[in-house]
C-alpha cells in the first residue's frame, strides 16, 4: 500500500519525517517497506514562472527562447532568459522553472548554460520530467492563479515522500488513506479530521460546501437510480451486499492536475476522471468501485449470480477469463458483465462518450474471491482488499465519497437514492477488557485511562466500568477485533512496548529440559561417521521421478516413490524421497564433477515412505498428537565413499575405500552406539538392485534387518559418472533401540587367564564366515569366551573351490583355571560341529 | 696405618672421579677394592697388627671401603646414563611428518552444527527437544493453528500440497514447524516447554528463499507466561548465539496463531547496533540499521487453546508463548554465508570449512 505522505496529511500530519513515522509506524505493527521521494529530491529551486514572451531560437529550428517572470531579481528586468525546447510553450501560460541550482529527479542538476549561443538561466518542466505525470507532449501548463515566484511545492506535489507499506492482512483499514492516517494519528497524537464520508476533506480540488449529500442526491425532478439500474442479487453468501448509484449528464475526460498526481503517487495510472474517481475513492477508504457505462447496461438490469462452468467473460485488462460454478459474476441480460470482486466486463466499460455513470461498491465474501483469485491466475487491487473480507458497511462510506467527487470532478447530476441490497450483518457485541487482563497478558501494567485513550484513538469506542473498560468495535476492525485478547494487542502496540516492555524469564513450575536419550544418541551416531572422516551433507527432500530408475528401483517397490507433490516447483522436485542414496550420489557426482579426487560423505535425515504399516517416528515411538501423521517418515543414516576415506601418507598409498573399509565405518558406528551389527547374504533374497550382487548385503542388528551395505552396482555408478563407490543406509531408530548405552548392567570380570587355541579350516569358498563362526559359537558352550577369524586364505595347498579359515578360539572361566583336560572334550564338540556344516580341520 | 688409608681414600677419590667411560670406572674399582687392591690387604691382614690398632684400622678401612663402592656405583649410573642419552640423541625421527595412518577429520554440515547449539542453549533454559512430521495435516499446519479455510493468512505461506486420495483431510508439507504446537499439546498437558526443530517447505526459490529449509519452533505453556516472559527468553538465547551484549527488538505484527504477534530483531553484532562501522561507513550486515531480522513470535491465541481444550489448555488458567526462526538465517548470520543455496549444494569445499 502506498501512502503519499501528503494526501495522508490531508486527515493526519503527524509532525514526523517520514523516516520517523516509518520507524514508528514499524514499532506499532505496520511494516514500511520503504519511503521514496517522488520526483526531484527537493523542491528548492522550483517555482512558479509566468512566461512572458516566446521567440524563436535563431540558430535552432525546435528550440525557442522565452523570457519567462519568476518573481525574483534573475527576472526583474523583462525577465529570465530560458531556452525551452516544448513545442507546445507559448506567452501567457503558467509554468514551472527550475531554476539554476536545482535538482532533478535523477540528480541532475540545472546550471545557466548557452544553447546554440543563446544563455539559458534554467528550465521549464514537464509533467514527465517531474515524474507528476507520464505525459510528455510538452511542459507542464498549470492553470492562472499562483503568482509568479511561488514555490511550486505549494501547488504540486514535488519531492512527495511515500511510504510503502507492507500491510498484515488482517489489518484492512490500513488499505486505505483515512485508516493510515488514524493509525499515524493513534501513534503520534496529532488531531485527525473527520473521515471523507463524514464531512471531512476528499482532495484539495473538492469544496467542503458540496458536503450535503442528501441534497447531493436530491434535486428536485431527478431520475431514481432504481427506476434506471435493476439489481438482483442471486447469492447473498458470496455477495453480502451490492450497492449503486447512478449519475447523468456525466463529462468523461481527463482528471484534475491534483487528482491525477495523486494517484500516480499511489502508483495508480490515471484513466479518465470517473475511472480515477472509482480509483481514488478505492485508496482513500478502502472499499473498490467500479464504474458501468449505464447505457451499455440493456434495462439497467444487473444479476449477481454464480457463474455457469465455462462461461466466458472479457474483462477490463483486455483478457478472456473462463468461469467455474464457484465464481460470483455480474451479469447483465446478455452475459457476464464483470466477475465479482476481481475486474469489470469490457462490455459496459466507460468510455469518452460514456455521459450515463452506474457507480457500484460491493462487497464479497472474502474466502471465495481469494479462491477465484488463485484459480483465474487474477490478482487485482480490488481483489486483493476483497479476499481479505471487507466489511459490508464499507460500500456506503465509498458511495457517499464518490457521490461528492462525481458532482465535483465530472459536473455529473446523481440520480436519487442508492440502490442496496443487503444481507443482515450480525451487529458487533461490545467487547470487555477486564482490568489486570493486560497485565497478565503482556507482563506490563498500563493504567486504564491509557488503555482508553490508546482504543479511542484507534477509532474504537470505549465505555468505562470502574477498571473494566466496555469497547465497542468500528466496521473497519470488524473482523480483526472480535475477542478481549485482540483488544490487549492494540492496547499493547500502542503503548511503546519496546521501550517499556521488561525482558523476564517464566517463573512458574517447568519440567527439566534435555534431549531424549535417542536425540543424545543419534547426535553419537552423526559424531561417529565425522570422526571416519565423513563430511555430512543436507539433501533435499525432493527427489524426481526418475530417480527410481537410475536406482533400478523395480515399479513395485515401495521405494519408487510414495509421496507426490500436487503443485511441485518443477518435475525434478516432484516426489519425496524414499532413499537418501540418490541425494548422496547426487552430491558425490557434484564434487567429483568439480575437481575433488575423493569424496566421503554421509546424510543423517527423513525418507518418506507410505503409512501403510504405521510405525515409528523418526527416532522410534510414535510422533506425538491424536492423528497420526499421513506418511512414515524414519530417520535414515547413509554413508559413501568413492576413493580413499583416509589419506595417502609418506609410509604408504592408501587404498581405495571398498566393502570392508566401509563394514569398518558402520562397525565403528555401531560400536560407539556400544552395539554390534552384522552383515549377511540371506539365502534366496534378492539384493539390493543399486548394489553389487556379490559385494553386498544385509545390515542386521540383533538379527533384525536394518538396511545395507555394498558397492554400488556399476550401471548404477556410471549414472552418476562414479567409477567404484561403496555405501550403506541404515533406519537409525533400529539400531538405535539395539544401543545399550546408559543402560549398561556391570559384570564382574575374572581374575584367572584365558586359554587361547588357533584352528584352521577348510570350508566351501561360498560358505560365509559368519556362518563357521556361529558353528563354532553354538557348540563352544558358556567356557568360549570369544571366536575371530585371524586369516582367510585360498591358493596352493588348499583344493579348489575351497578356502581356508583361521580362527582364534578363546577359552574361560570366572571361577578357576582352564585345565587341558576340561577344554578337550568342549574342543572335540567345536570339531564335530565345523564337520557337520562340511568343515575339515587343517593340519 | 690409618693415615695409609685415609691417602688411598683420596687416591681412589680422585681416580674414580675422573674416570670418563665403563672401563675407567672398572679399572679404579679393581684397583682400590679388588682382590689385590692394598685396602683388601689391609683389611684382611687386620689380625696381624697389634691390638690397639685393630680397631681403628678395622673401622677406618671398612668405612673407606664402604665410600668408595657408594662412589662407584654412583659414577657407574651416570655413565650410564650419559651414554645412553648419547646414544638416544643419535636415533633421530623428523617429527613434522604426519601420523599414521593419517586420519581425515570429517565435518557437520554447518545446519547441523547451528541446529544443535540452538538446542543446546533451549536445553539450559528449561526446554525439552521434539520432532513431528514434514508430511502433515492441513488440520496441523493450518486450521488448529486459527487458520481458517479461506484466511488470507493461508496465502502468505505457498503451500506444498501431496497428492493423496486416502486421506480426508488435505495432506501437505508443512510450511512452518509450527504444527508441532499442536501435537505436543495434545500429547502432553501444561506446564509445556519445548522446542521443535526440523525441515519445513515452502514453494518459493531465489537466493533468499529455498523450497526446503529449516526452523526451530519454541512453544511456553503455563500458568502466568507473558509477553515480557517471551522477550526475556529470546534474549538470553539471542545472546547465548550472538554474544552477551546483544539486545532483542520486538516489533508487533500479524500471525493468526499468535496474539499479540511480533517479529524479533537482535542488535547487529557487527556494528553493535550503531549501523555504522568504525570507519563511518554503513554497516553492510544490518544495513545500516542497526538491527537484524529473525523471526516471528507472539502469546499463543486463546482459539488455538481451543483445540487443545481437552488435554488441559484452559485460555482462563494458562498463557504461552510461541516463537520461531530460520536456522539457515543464523548460519548464514553466524558464518557469512551469502546464498541461502550453498546450503544444500554439499560442496565439500564448503562443508569443510566448518568443524
Ligand atoms: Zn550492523
Known amino acids: ?843 | 696405618m690409618v693415615e695409609r688409608i685415609e691417602q688411598i681414600e683420596a687416591e681412589a677419590k680422585a681416580a674414580i672421579e675422573a674416570a670418563s667411560s665403563a672401563t675407567d670406572i672398572e679399572e679404579a674399582r679393581v684397583r682400590y677394592l679388588g682382590r689385590k687392591a692394598e685396602l683388601t690387604g689391609i683389611l684382611r691382614g687386620i689380625s696381624d697388627l697389634p691390638p690397639e690398632q685393630r680397631g681403628p684400622v678395622g673401622s677406618t678401612g671398612n668405612k673407606v671401603r664402604k665410600a668408595l663402592e657408594g662412589l662407584i656405583e654412583a659414577k657407574v649410573d651416570s655413565i650410564r646414563h650419559a651414554e645412553l642419552e648419547k646414544s638416544l640423541a643419535g636415533d633421530r625421527i623428523d617429527v613434522t611428518l604426519p601420523g599414521s595412518p593419517a586420519r581425515r577429520v570429517g565435518h557437520l554440515h554447518p545446519i547441523t552444527r547451528t541446529r544443535r547449539m540452538i538446542e543446546d542453549v533451549m536445553v539450559g533454559l528449561g526446554y525439552q527437544v521434539m520432532e513431528g512430521p514434514e508430511v502433515e495435516h492441513d488440520y496441523y499446519n493450518f486450521t488448529a493453528l486459527n487458520h481458517p479455510e479461506g484466511h488470507p493468512a493461508r496465502m502468505l505461506q505457498d503451500t506444498f500440497y501431496v497428492e493423496d486420495e486416502q486421506h480426508v483431510e488435505q495432506v501437505l508439507l508443512r510450511t512452518h514447524t509450527s504444527p508441532m504446537q499442536v501435537r505436543a499439546m495434545e500429547a502432553a498437558p501444561p506446564p509445556l516447554f519445548m522446542i521443535v526443530p526440523g525441515k519445513t517447505y515452502r514453494r518459493d526459490s531465489d537466493a533468499t528463499h529455498s523450497p526446503m529449509f529449516h526452523q526451530v519452533e519454541g512453544l511456553a505453556v503455563g500458568e502466568g507466561i507473558t509477553l515480557a516472559d517471551l522477550k526475556g527468553t529470546l534474549l538470553a538465547m539471542l545472546r547465548e548465539i550472538f554474544g552477551p551484549d546483544r539486545e532483542i527488538r520486538m516489533r508487533p505484527h500479524f500471525f493468526p496463531f499468535t496474539e499479540p504477534s511480533v517479529e524479533f530483531d537482535v542488535s547487529c553484532f557487527r556494528c553493535g547496533g550503531s549501523g555504522s562501522l568504525d570507519d563511518g561507513s554503513r554497516c553492510g550486515l544490518c544495513k545500516g540499521i542497526g538491527w537484524i531480522e529473525l523471526g516471528g513470535a507472539g502469546m499463543v491465541d486463546p482459539n488455538v487453546f481451543g483445540f487443545v481444550a481437552d488435554s488441559g489448555y484452559d485460555p482462563d488458567s494458562v498463557t504461552g508463548f510461541a516463537f520461531g526462526f530460520g536456522v539457515e538465517r543464523i548460519a548464514m548470520l553466524r558464518h557469512g554465508v551469502g546464498d541461502l543455496r550453498l546450503f544444500f549444494d554439499n560442496d565439500m569445499r564448503m562443508l569443510e570449512q566448518f568443524s
Open chain 1, 1 to 843: 500500500m502506498r501512502v503519499p505522505y501528503g494526501w495522508m496529511a490531508d486527515y493526519c500530519d503527524p509532525g514526523l519525517l517520514p523516516r520517523d513515522l516509518a520507524e514508528r509506524m514499524a514499532m506499532t505493527g505496520t511494516e514500511v517497506e520503504r519511503v521514496v521521494t517522488l520526483g526531484p529530491p527537493s523542491a528548492e529551486g522550483f517555482v512558479i514562472g509566468k512566461v512572458l514572451d516566446v521567440v524563436k531560437h535563431p540558430d535552432a529550428d525546435r528550440l525557442n527562447v522565452c523570457q519567462v517572470d519568476t518573481g525574483d531579481a534573475g527576472s526583474a528586468d523583462g525577465g529570465r532568459t530560458i531556452v525551452c525546447g516544448a513545442p507546445n510553450v507559448a506567452a501567457g501560460q503558467t509554468v514551472v522553472v527550475a531554476l539554476p541550482g536545482a535538482v532533478m529527479p535523477g540528480g541532475m542538476k540545472i546550471k545557466q548554460a548557452k544553447l546554440r549561443g543563446v544563455e539559458s538561466n534554467g528550465m521549464i518542466c514537464s509533467d514527465r520530467e517531474l515524474e507528476l505525470g507520464e505525459d510528455h507532449n510538452g511542459i507542464l501548463v498549470l492553470e492562472d492563479g499562483p503568482a509568479a515566484g511561488t514555490p511550486a511545492a505549494g501547488v504540486l506535489p514535488l519531492a512527495e515522500p511515500v511510504l510503502e507499506l507492507e500491510v498484515t492482512p488482517n489489518r484492512t483499514d490500513c488499505f486505505g488513506i483515512y485508516g493510515v492516517a488514524r493509525e499515524a494519528h493513534a501513534i503520534s497524537g496529532a488531531p485527525l479530521a473527520p473521515a471523507p464520508w463524514d464531512g471531512g476533506p476528499i482532495g484539495p480540488g473538492v469544496g467542503s460546501e458540496s458536503g450535503d449529500l442528501e441534497r447531493l442526491g436530491d434535486p428536485a425532478g431527478a431520475v431514481k437510480t432504481a427506476d434506471r439500474a435493476r439489481v438482483l442479487v442471486r447469492d447473498e453468501e458470496l455477495c453480502p451486499r451490492f450497492t449503486a448509484r447512478g449519475y447523468a449528464e456525466v463529462k468523461v475526460g481527463p482528471s484534475p492536475r491534483w487528482l491525477r498526481s495523486r494517484l500516480i503517487a499511489a502508483g495508480m495510472r490515471p484513466i479518465s476522471n470517473v475511472v480515477d474517481i472509482t480509483n481514488y475513492v478505492m485508496w482513500l477508504t478502502g472499499q473498490p468501485m467500479h464504474a458501468y457505462d449505464l447505457d451499455l447496461v440493456p434495462e439497467g438490469e444487473l444479476v449477481i449470480r454464480r457463474a455457469e462452468n465455462g462461461e466466458k467473460v472479457a474483462a477490463l485488462d483486455g483478457n478472456d477469463y473462463e468461469l467455474t460454478d464457484r465464481m460470483v459474476a455480474v451479469a447483465d441480460r446478455n452475459g457476464l458483465a464483470g466477475i465479482g470482486g476481481m475486474m469489470g466486463g469490457s462490455v459496459s466499460e466507460v468510455s469518452d462518450s460514456t455521459t450515463t455513470v452506474l457507480m457500484e461498491a460491493a462487497n464479497w465474501n472474502g474466502p471465495n474471491i481469494l479462491r477465484t483469485s488463485r484459480d483465474l491466475g487474477l490478482r487485482s487491487e480490488a481483489s486483493s482488499r476483497f479476499e481479505k473480507q471487507l466489511h459490508p458497511d464499507l460500500t456506503l462510506r465509498a458511495q457517499a465519497v464518490a457521490a461528492r467527487l462525481m458532482v465535483e470532478v465530472c459536473g455529473a447530476t446523481p440520480m436519487t437514492g442508492i440502490v442496496d441490497i443487503a444481507a443482515p450483518v450480525p451487529a458487533a457485541e461490545p467487547i470487555w477488557l477486564r482490568a489486570g487482563r493486560v497485565e497478565r497478558i503482556l507482563g506490563l501494567a498500563i493504567d486504564t485511562d491509557r488503555q482508553a485513550r490508546a482504543l479511542e484513538m484507534l477509532g474504537f469506542g470505549v465505555q468505562r466500568d470502574g477498571k473494566d473498560l466496555l469497547v465497542s468495535v468500528p466496521p473497519d476492525r470488524h473482523y480483526d477485533v472480535t475477542r478481549e485478547i485482540d483488544l490487549v494487542e492494540e492496547v499493547g502496540r500502542i503503548s511503546d512496548l519496546d521501550r517499556n516492555l521488561p525482558a523476564t524469564l517464566p517463573s512458574g513450575p517447568g519440567r527439566p529440559g534435555g534431549l531424549s536419550r535417542q536425540q543424545v544418541l543419534q547426535r553419537r551416531a552423526e559424531d561417529s561417521l565425522r570422526e571416519s572422516g565423513f563430511d555430512e551433507m543436507v539433501g533435499w527432500s525432493f527427489t524426481d521421478p526418475n530417480e527410481k530408475d537410475r536406482l533400478r528401483l523395480d515399479p513395485e517397490d515401495p521405494r519408487a516413490g510414495a509421496v507426490r507433490l500436487a503443485n511441485p516447483l518443477s518435475e525434478e522436485q516432484s516426489l519425496m524421497r524414499t532413499t537418501l542414496l540418490g541425494s548422496v550420489l547426487g552430491a558425490a557426482q557434484r564434487n567429483l564433477s568439480r575437481g575433488a579426487d575423493r569424496v566421503a560423505l554421509f546424510e543423517s535425515g527423513r525418507v518418506y515412505l507410505p503409512a501403510a504399516a504405521f510405525g515409528p517416528g523418526p527416532l522410534g515411538g510414535d510422533f506425538p498428537g491424536n492423528t497420526r501423521p499421513p506418511f512414515n517418515e524414519p530417520q535414515h543414516l547413509c554413508g559413501l565413499a568413492v576413493g580413499s576415506v583416509d589419506p595417502s601418507t609418506w609410509r604408504g598409498e592408501a587404498s581405495g575405500a571398498d566393502f570392508f573399509a566401509l563394514k569398518g565405518v558402520l562397525e565403528h558406528l555401531a560400536g560407539s552406539l556400544g552395539t554390534a551389527v552384522s552383515v549377511e547374504r540371506i539365502p534366496g533374497a534378492p539384493t539390493q538392485p543399486f548394489l553389487h550382487p556379490g559385494k553386498s548385503g544385509v545390515v542386521r542388528v540383533d538379527e533384525r534387518p536394518i538396511g545395507w551395505i555394498g558397492e554400488i552396482h556399476p550401471l548404477v555408478a556410471a549414472e552418476y559418472d562414479l567409477d567404484c563407490a561403496v555405501a550403506f543406509e541404515i533406519a537409525l531408530a533400529d539400531l538405535l533401540q539395539a544401543s545399550p548405552v546408559g543402560e549398561e548392567a556391570y559384570r564382574d570380570f575374572t581374575p584367572f587367564p584365558p586359554v587361547d587355541r588357533d584352528l584352521a579350516v577348510l570350508v566351501a569358498e561360498e560358505m560365509p564366515a559368519s556362518s563357521v563362526l556361529a558353528a563354532v559359537r553354538d557348540s563352544g558352550g558358556e567356557l568360549l569366551a570369544s571366536v575371530s577369524v585371524f586369516d582367510v586364505y585360498s591358493g596352493e595347498g588348499v583344493g579348489e573351490g575351497e578356502k581356508s579359515l583361521a580362527l582364534r578360539l578363546r577359552f574361560r572361566a570366572p571361577d578357576r583355571t582352564l585345565s587341558d583336560e576340561e577344554i578337550e572334550p568342549i574342543w572335540s564338540g567345536i570339531i564335530a560341529a565345523l564337520e557337520e556344516i562340511g568343515g575339515k580341520l587343517r593340519g
